[in-house]
């Protein structure tokens, strides 16, 4: 009897974890809401601090890559999930939001490389 109840709970417990497996590899998508974006841009031969105009996003996470989409621009990332964070990078871009809350952030210092624009933006996303 006692081997029975171990072996209930321990399918119970399995099924479980595969569920919460199966929805963390579903596809989310989240549109994101620009708040503000701040960075720096490289204009006659120095870097001046910059108050770029915000642009909205969509996020899109697969279970292992996230899309970033920006009305201009795309930008494909390897993410991890900590806790309720999905953290995305490709080395000089960044994306990392909160899955509860919606908050989110976008960085890009591949400008800091190549002398051009350096920027933050911050972001309230709904998921969709």
Not at 81 to 96: K, M, P, R, W
Request: glycine share 8%; charged share 15%.
């Amino acid at each position: 009897m006692k081997n029975s109840l171990v072996l209930l709970l321990l399918l119970l417990l399995s099924s479980a974890l595969f569920s919460a497996r199966v929805l963390a590899d579903e596809e989310q998508q989240w549109l994101c809401g620009a708040e503000r974006t701040t960075g720096f841009a490289f204009r006659g031969g120095d870097w001046q601090s910059v108050n770029f105009l915000p642009d909205n996003a969509m996020f899109t996470y697969d279970g292992s890559k996230g899309i970033v989409e920006f009305s201009e621009s795309i930008f494909v990332l390897d993410c991890e999930v900590s806790e309720a964070h999905l953290l995305c990078n490709d080395g000089t871009q960044n994306f990392i939001i909160d899955q509860e809350t919606g908050r989110a952030g976008f960085s890009s210092l591949q400008g800091a490389l190549i002398q051009s624009n350096a920027y933050v933006s911050l972001f309230q996303c709904t998921r969709q």
